[in-house]
């Protein structure tokens, strides 16, 4: 069984959380703008890369907050987000 370490509940198995995608996404300033390839690129592309990737995700069965962590996506291995822990100090 994975755990995940909850920045508020601590480590936790994976079953408790749902996965909330490639973090750090930015929403299109002017949405109306875009032609239908451009907004098939912002709602369905995403990075797939090999090793350390920043997500989202969510304690569903716990606290429900959601937090960025950073995964790698070859051992499963789960570590805390360095911006995120030095904003919350």
């Given at each position: ?23 750090h ?57 360095p ?7």
């Open positions: 069984m994975l755990l995940i370490a909850c920045p508020w509940c601590g480590p936790r198995e994976e079953v408790e959380f749902r996965y909330g995608g490639q973090a996404l930015h929403h299109p300033t002017d949405p109306w703008t875009l032609d239908d390839a451009q907004w098939a690129e912002y709602l369905f592309t995403r990075d797939n890369p090999e090793g350390w990737f920043t997500e989202r995700w969510c304690h569903i069965h716990g606290c429900r907050q959601w937090f960025v962590a950073e995964r790698d996506t070859r051992t499963y291995e789960f570590r805390p987000n911006a995120e822990e030095a904003r919350r100090g």
